[in-house]
Each structure stands twice: as structure tokens, then as C-alpha cells.
């Protein structure tokens, strides 16, 4: 009975949207008349119970399938298709998310409490374009509810049912993979919410700096969780596949980065609307590319048409559904966009040099990224589609989007220094002489003790220097107690491109590998750490069994053990490689234990990967500054007087 509960309210779910849908479009349209007022007045009050009600109904739903996946009711397909009775409970749990059904609903649910969200605490918007960022909410919501119930049932039953699970993907049953699926999603979702504010907006021809501070939080909040689940993605990819590295350009990862992209270009935009009053047209854009973005991502993943670990490889007819419903929102987001484009105002000038105009270059230089890795993306499926095998890789994006990244480094470290609306090209060069000492000392110590450094590593190394001193100069001369939390936001999240930067950087200039056939007692030199292989042994854990090496570690005087494995599971029957990776300040020595040779040896990948952990440290200061500056914002905002105050700012 779970199960039908769960089905149940989802179907209830999906009237409520529509009803959701068709009471914002009649209550608007009925109050332009005095006749029909009272009435559309009546539909329009509907519009926030009804939008809360749905929200409960979703993660409902939810719950539903989570328990079912929590009791191995193998009566239910999804769970006999995913899980296992033998599993650790939170990979039980995690099934529940780990496949193309349960993560759609996932995606429905945080869209459906994102809805009831909207409805209970904003504020900000007047009552119309609130209503009619409701009624964008449920047109989405309405599609992913139709996507589920006709063509991804979650709680479809399977009569007889078996007497065991096929268990899930091993490579999926990791902690940081129990987290990262729904920590994308709601980055994902949170542009979906953008994209019904910038809907909302052009509807009642109410796109200022009101709606930029409505819509702020929420890219704010989906640009967080955007970067935690990119930079966690990063990292299990570095440990869990054991192929030593952490970013491959693959197409499911290129999926996540172009809405971050996307998002992070709507992020500047959308403050330069809401503090500065500019940039409306620019903004409403944004809104609806990164809601595309999450569109495209969700249907490469979904299509079947990727072969990748992240991708739910289904049959195609899944696919064309989520691209039906890719061309009807974007399609009608801008269709809307060019009939309503003339009664966007024009906002607040700026001169060339002014912080605004920083920001513009900041996006203009992003959104090249973003068409770069979209074009790079999609070719070869579009080549695939016409008879021809292609492929595009690393080699690629690193040579066509590794020096647009370096010239974005310049604008990031520019851009806090310049003053908003206009300032002096000569006080700027000022501004950012230190920034350019530091440059240019990295720069030439790099030349000295390591000449064979290539180009981009080199120029990345300097640049980081650069901008992590840019990063900190707006605080220079401040009262550090009395800095608003935002700035420090600011700060911090450029610091973490800095130290992300400087790891990536490091990391492709310094890294040192040896790939051998050891035998029991051979030592091996990798960096500064020495590695001897003692023997092997076999290990038996909670659902998988395996092949354990033990070696001894030898850095100065520092000892230490450490034990990769080759692990086998039975459901499904996989074998994975679980690496050891011992951490230092400078670095990490990164060792995989591979498949036995003749005489008994062992292959052995060892690498040493100097200041690699910047790159994933530098991704959590990325995230910790957003969430500074949101709530900051969220803070300020609640300041008695702050509109008043930000009226004259405006004015």
C-alpha cells in the first residue's frame, strides 16, 4: 500500500498543479477587466495554498519511495531493479535517488517544495508577478509530473515479485555519491525557480530591480549548491574510478558545469539589477540560458544517447520526452522574451570603466566558456546522429577554454576593485599594482626552479598569486567588524578561485607517475615518497569481497601503511579499484592496486600530485563565500530601512 499512497499523491500532485496553472492564468487575465475583478481576485488567492498543498503532496511521494527502498519491498520494480536485502542502509536509502525514476521524482519534489517555498515566504513581489511566478512553477512542475506518471512510473509493480534485487551500480555506493545526486539537483531546481521569476516578470512587464532582489536569493542558493555538487562530483570521480584524475571533460560532467556557468554569469547580473538598477534585459536572458543549461543536462543524462557512470542510460523514447518538454520551456521563454523585450526598460547607464562594465566582461567572457563546452558537448552526438564517430576530448577544451579561463581570472581580480557607475583607468592601475607585483614574482620564481613548466600551468600559477591578492585588497583599509557579511562573501569565493586555480595549475605542471609490475618486496620511488609492496591479502566486507595490498611508505623519517584493494561485488557483479590516497600539506600520493601479472606480480599505478587538494579546497571556499553573501543579502534586507535606504542608492 506504500507504494499506491506514494502513486496516489503524485497524481494528486499533478491535478494540483495544473489547477495551480490554469487559476494564475485566469485570475490574471480576469483583473485587467473591473467586471471580472472580484472573480480573478478570488483564483488569484488560490494560487499559494494550492502551490503549498502540491509541495507537501511531492515529498510525500518521495517519502513513499524512500521506504519502500528502506524495507526491500522487491514488489515494487524500481527496487527490485536497484537495491539488494544485503546492502547497507544508506545505500538503500541512496537507491532511492541512484536511478532515472526515483531522481526524477527527486527533481519533482525539491521543484514542488521550492513552489510551496515561493509561496509561504516571499515577500518581495508585488501580488501579480508573485502569482505569475507561481503559474511559470507549475507549467514546469506540470511536464516533470506528465514525464513521471506516463513514462517513468516510480512505484510500478512487478508481479511475482523476485526473491532477491539486482542491487546497485558499486561504483554509486560511496557516501560523497550518496549526497551528490540530490545536492545537484537543487542547484538544478534553484534555476528553475529563476527561470519562473524571469517568466513572472515578463508576463506583467515588471522586470526591475524588486524582481532582481526576489530572484537573487534563490540563484544564489542554486549557485551553492551548484558548486558543492561539482566540487564533490570532482572529488569521488579523483578517488572512487582510480584513474587519478579529476576532471575528464566527460560529457555527464560537462552537463553540471555549463548550468554552473550559466548560473554564475546570472549571479553577477542579476546584483548589478538589484543595486544598480542595470542590465534588465541581460538578466531576464541569463535566467532563461540557465534554466536551458539544466534542461540539457537533464536530457544528455536521461537520453541514453551517453555512455557514462552518472548517466541513466534509458531508451529513447524518455529521452524525446524530456526534449519535448526542453523545446516547449525554453522555446516559450523566448518567444515571451521577443514579444515582451520592447517593454523592457532600459536600466541605469554606466561608463566603460565602472564596475558594471567589469561585470558585463566577466559575463560576456562566460558565456564564451559556456558556447565552447556546448558546442565541444553536443558535436559529437550530432556528428554520431549523421554516421560520424568523432570524439572530443580534454586536448580540445584545454586549449579552448584554458585561456578565455586565465583572461577571466584578469576581470575576477579587476572587477571587486573598480567602483560602480565610473572611476579612472589610472587609479585603477593602481588599485591592482600589488596584485600585479605578486603576479609577476610567481611568475618569474616559476621560470627559475622549474623552466619546463608549460604555458598554461605557468600563466595559471601566476595568475592565482595575482587574484588571491585582488581578492583580498577590497578589505584593505576597512573596519574588518563592521564589513558587511556580503563583501566578505565576495572575498572569500574569489579567494577559492584563486586556490582552486593554483591546484589545477600545480597539479598539471608537477604531477609525477609510475606504472609498474611489482613484486612482493620491490620498492618504487614516486615524489618524495618510496612504496613497497609487502604482499597481498584477501578482505571480506559488508557486500563485496576483495584483494587487499599492503605496502609500506617511507617519506624522510615518516612511516606509514597504507591498503589499496580490488573489490569484487556479486549484485550486480562489478569490480572496482579502491585507491589509496595518503594526504600531506604539499600534496597527495595516490596508489592502485591492479590485476596480477604473470610470476605473480602486481600491477601498480602510483602517482604523486603536488597542492592537488587546493583544487577541491578552493571549491569549498567557493561555496562557503556564496553562502556568506546569501545570507548577508537575506540579512540586510531585514534591516529596518533597508528600502528606503536602497532607494536613494538607486536614485
Known amino acids: ?65 524512500v521506504l519502500v527502498f528502506v524495507r526491500t519491498d522487491l514488489s515494487v520494480l524500481l527496487v527490485a531493479q536497484n537495491s539488494h536485502s544485503a546492502k547497507p542502509m544508506l545505500y538503500k536509502v541512496a537507491a532511492a535517488w541512484g536511478n532515472h525514476e526515483g531522481s526524477m521524482l527527486l527533481w519533482v519534489t525539491v521543484l514542488g517544495l521550492a513552489g510551496a517555498a515561493i509561496a509561504l515566504l516571499e515577500k518581495r513581489l508585488d501580488s501579480r508577478t508573485l502569482v505569475a511566478t507561481l503559474g511559470g512553477q507549475a507549467a514546469i512542475a506540470l511536464g516533470f509530473f506528465a514525464f513521471l506518471l506516463i513514462a517513468s512510473n516510480p512505484f510500478a509493480r512487478l508481479d511475482p515479485a523476485p526473491a532477491e534485487g539486482m542491487g546497485l551500480n558499486p561504483l554509486l555506493q560511496d557516501p560523497g555519491l550518496a549526497f551528490h545526486p540530490p545536492t545537484l539537483y537543487f542547484g538544478y531546481v534553484g534555476l528553475s525557480v529563476a527561470f519562473s521569476f524571469a517568466i513572472g516578470a515578463l508576463v506583467t512587464r ?88 539544466s534542461m540539457v543536462g537533464t536530457f544528455l543524462v536521461r537520453s541514453g544517447i551517453l555512455t557514462s557512470v552518472h548517466a541513466f542510460a534509458v531508451d529513447p523514447s524518455r529521452g524525446s520526452f524530456i ?145 588571491a591578492v585582488a581578492s583580498v585588497a577590497p578589505l584593505w583599509g576597512r573596519n574588518l567588524r563592521r564589513t558587511p557579511l556580503f563583501t566578505w562573501g565576495m572575498v572569500i569565493a574569489h579567494l577559492g578561485v584563486a586556490v582552486s586555480l593554483a591546484g589545477m595549475a600545480s597539479e598539471s605542471a608537477f604531477t609525477r607517475e609510475v606504472l609498474v609490475a611489482a613484486g612482493v618486496g620491490e620498492t618504487q620511488q614516486v615524489g618524495p615518497y618510496r612504496v613497497t609492496l609487502e604482499g597481498v591479502r584477501p578482505v571480506i566486507g559488508p557486500n563485496w569481497t576483495a584483494i587487499e595490498g599492503r605496502m609500506r611508505v617511507e617519506r624522510g623519517t615518516q612511516r606509514f601503511w597504507i591498503a589499496p584493494q580490488q573489490r569484487y561485488f556479486a549484485a550486480p557483479p562489478t569490480e572496482t579499484s579502491e585507491a589509496a590516497i595518503t594526504s600531506a600539506l604539499d600534496g597527495q600520493l595516490y596508489v592502485v592496486l591492479g590485476q596480477a601479472s604473470e610470476g605473480g606480480r602486481r600491477q601498480l599505478r602510483l602517482w604523486w600530485k603536488p597542492l592537488v587538494t587546493l583544487i577541491w579546497l578552493g571549491g569549498a571556499l567557493i561555496a562557503i563565500g556564496g553562502l556568506l553573501s546569501l545570507v548577508g543579502r537575506l540579512w540586510r534586507e531585514r534591516r529596518p530601512g533597508y528600502r528606503a535606504r536602497d532607494a536613494e542608492v538607486l536614485a
Not at 496553472?21 to 480576469?30: D, E, H, I, N, Y
Not at 547607464?349 to 560576456?364: M, Q, Y
Open 206 to 293: 515588471d522586470v526591475g530591480p524588486q524582481f532582481a532582489r526576489a530572484m537573487r536569493p534563490w540563484v544564489l542558493g542554486a549557485w551553492v549548491f551548484l558548486t558543492l555538487g561539482i566540487t564533490a562530483g570532482s572529488y569521488w570521480a579523483y578517488y572512487e574510478l582510480g584513474w587519478g584524475g579529476w576532471w575528464f571533460w566527460d560529457p555527464v560532467e560537462n552537463a553540471s558545469l555549463m548550468p554552473w556557468l550559466a548560473a554564475t554569469a546570472l549571479l553577477h547580473s542579476v546584483t548589478v539589477l538589484a543595486t544598480r538598477d542595470g542590465l534588465r534585459a541581460w538578466t531576464v536572458m541569463l535566467a532563461v540560458v540557465a534554466f536551458s543549461m
Open 323 to 467: 526534449l519535448a518538454l526542453l523545446v516547449l520551456y525554453i522555446g516559450g521563454a523566448l518567444t515571451l522574451f521577443g514579444l515582451r523585450i520592447g517593454t523592457v526598460r532600459q536600466g541605469a547607464t554606466f561608463e566603460p570603466i565602472s564596475r558594471e562594465a567589469g561585470l558585463v566582461l566577466n559575463n560576456l567572457l562566460l558565456s564564451v566558456i559556456l558556447g565552447i563546452v556546448l558546442i565541444g558537448t553536443l558535436y559529437p552526438l550530432v556528428a554520431q546522429a549523421m554516421d560520424v564517430q568523432l570524439s572530443v576530448g580534454p586536448p580540445f577544451f584545454n586549449k579552448t577554454v584554458g585561456p578565455i579561463a586565465l583572461l577571466l581570472v584578469v576581470a575576477l581580480a579587476a572587477g571587486p576593485l573598480l567602483r560602480w557607475r565610473r572611476d579612472d583607468a589610472r587609479a585603477l592601475g593602481r588599485r591592482l599594482l600589488v596584485p600585479a607585483m605578486a603576479t609577476g614574482v610567481v611568475l618569474v620564481a616559476v621560470l627559475l626552479l622549474a623552466p619546463e613548466t608549460g604555458v598554461l600551468s605557468l600563466l595559471g600559477l601566476a595568475l592565482s598569486a595575482g587574484l
Open 1 to 65: 500500500m506504500i507504494a499506491e499512497a506514494g502513486l496516489a499523491a503524485l497524481w494528486l500532485a499533478a491535478a494540483l498543479a495544473l489547477l495551480q496553472l490554469v487559476a494564475a492564468t485566469l485570475g490574471l487575465r480576469m483583473t485587467r477587466t473591473e467586471a471580472a475583478r472580484a472573480g480573478g481576485a478570488e483564483l488569484i488567492g488560490a494560487v499559494r495554498p494550492v502551490a503549498v498543498v502540491q509541495g507537501l503532496l511531492t515529498a510525500f511521494a518521495f517519502g513513499a519511495l
